[in-house]
């Protein structure tokens, strides 16, 4: 016990320093990530945290350069720094119970007059702590007044802002399950218990008061109770918080890489579309064109005055309009055996393996053998997109660096566990991390990361295996069991 205790003591300035850094980079990470389109009720919040993370940092700041002003200040100017530092802390706690109250009212879809209830606290406090300080506060006891303020701050403002910011985050469970990525569902549980903790031990412990619930939970009793300094438990929460945070923010790629994956699929159906129009307008059309334009003369030939030889013309005529209409219905049942599935339907990942290779346009230089074995319904529409995207880069990765005539695709196993498979019969790279650490370049080691965070984003692994002068083999495994059915992983993503 001495010795933790000795350790803080000694490095308080260090600790005064890193402590609120940990929050002001989440606020400043949570402010550089665009949220404005996204569907989730998190990303309509996350502002009022950044703002708690980033005052929160600059109040405590506070707790390590106020004092080195002491020498330069007089005590009456030191006093309005420290009145500063405790109204800006307080109202960094504001928004952390703004941000959790904002989010509970997103999601069970209360009347916005409850965002009232954190502002009426924060008015309650400021009215006291300015309104109350002629009456009870001289040069003696400045010292006590600060720290009954910031007590009755963090009881307030801290502890329930923290307790439901923690559970408006339980709550958000349902729309990551939906999104189909069970790493983040995971990573929102642990951000949800940072929180908490940090509602406990930056709310509800405090510094030992002659008030309730002070003197039953303060931070003497937590000391002599655990042995651990309350501070480094406040320190831990702060870190776990601003990591587990930030980490969230990664779901809001991965919705854009959804979004931009269905633009693109929006965009190929237009151009489809302007393809199929253009075929009709400068071939169906312009042929009945044509036969009605017959049909008319024949018409015409009928309704003639010289009616010699009218009926045996006539009749020839309508023997080619007939051969015409026959070569054109011919014409029309062809070109619809070509069209593709219809576009108010969903192409499974078969389909957009195929749609892939085809729009690679790669067969010419490598021969693709595609073998797809995958038994009852399809993965959810966010990791077709992540498998899509693997794909095409292993693929790519073939064509630029691995010499090889013939690559095999395999796809094999079921909605709950199934295996994605690129092999090539290329040069190979012997040791595989070696070879991305030393002799390749940088894009190529970023596809490698970047292929094995979308595997990871959607629950799987992605394992390399090569052997120099053999080739490369590719596999991603992937398992989805406890996960929600009847494809309502899908809801977010189709709606995306």
Request: proline share 3%; glycine share 6%.
């Amino acid at each position: 016990m001495s010795i933790l205790a000795t350790f803080f003591e000694t490095n308080h300035v260090v600790i005064s320093f890193v402590y609120p850094l940990t929050f002001f980079l989440m606020g400043f990470g949570i402010l550089l990530k665009n949220t404005v389109h996204s569907h989730f009720y998190l990303a309509k919040s996350l502002y009022y945290l950044a703002l708690f993370g980033i005052l929160h940092g600059i109040a405590d700041w506070g707790v390590a350069f106020i004092p080195l002003q002491k020498s330069y200040l007089n005590a009456s100017q030191i006093y309005v720094l420290e009145s500063i530092q405790f109204i800006i802390n307080a109202i960094s706690f504001f928004f952390l119970f703004y941000f959790g109250m904002h989010l509970l009212i997103q999601t069970k879809k209360w009347d916005r007059k409850f965002l009232f209830i954190p502002m009426f606290v924060l008015l309650v406090w400021f009215s006291h702590f300015i309104f109350l300080e002629p009456i009870f506060v001289d040069e003696k006891n400045q010292d006590w007044w600060f720290a009954i303020s910031d007590i009755w701050a963090r009881y307030l403002l801290a502890f329930p802002g923290g307790a439901i910011s923690s559970y408006a985050l339980f709550l958000q469970k349902r729309q990551f399950q939906s999104f189909g990525v069970p790493s983040m569902t995971r990573i929102l549980y642990l951000a949800m218990g940072s929180v908490a903790s940090y509602a406990l031990a930056g709310g509800l412990i405090v510094p030992y008061a002659p008030v309730l619930p002070a003197i039953l939970f303060n931070s003497d009793l937590f000391f002599h109770t655990t042995g651990i300094p309350i501070e480094l438990f406040r320190g831990l929460s702060a870190f776990l918080m601003a990591f587990f945070i930030l980490k969230i923010l990664k779901v809001f790629d991965l919705e854009y890489q959804n979004y931009f994956y269905q633009a693109e699929k929006t965009k190929a159906v237009v151009e489809e579309r302007s393809k199929i129009a253009r075929d009709l307008h400068d071939g169906m059309i312009q042929s009945i064109y044509a036969t009605g334009l017959q049909l008319e003369r024949v018409r015409n030939m009928l309704l003639t005055d010289n009616k010699e030889n009218k009926i045996e013309q006539s009749a020839i005529e309508l023997q080619v309009i007939v051969k015409r209409l026959n070569d054109l219905i011919r014409e029309i049942r062809g070109y619809i055996k070509k069209l593709k599935m219809p576009v108010n339907q969903e192409a499974t990942m078969k389909e957009e393996i195929k749609r892939l290779i085809e729009e690679m346009d790669i067969k010419h230089e490598l021969q693709i053998l595609f073998q797809y074995d995958f038994q009852g319904e399809d993965p959810p529409l966010s990791q077709t997109v992540q498998i899509y995207y693997i794909v095409k880069e292993a693929l790519s990765n073939v064509l630029r660096h691995a010499n090889a005539s013939k690559v095999m695709i395999s796809v094999q196993g079921n909605r709950k566990k199934y295996e994605v498979e690129i092999e090539d019969n290329g040069t190979g790279m012997g040791n595989i991390e070696g070879y991305i650490e030393k002799e390749e370049p940088e894009f190529f080691r970023q596809g490698i990361k970047n292929m094995r965070f979308r595997a990871q984003s959607i629950g799987g692994s992605l394992i390399i295996s090569s052997v120099k002068g053999v080739g490369t083999r590719l596999t991603l495994q992937v398992k989805n069991e406890g996960r929600m059915e009847n494809g309502q992983e899908d809801q977010i993503a189709a709606s995306g």
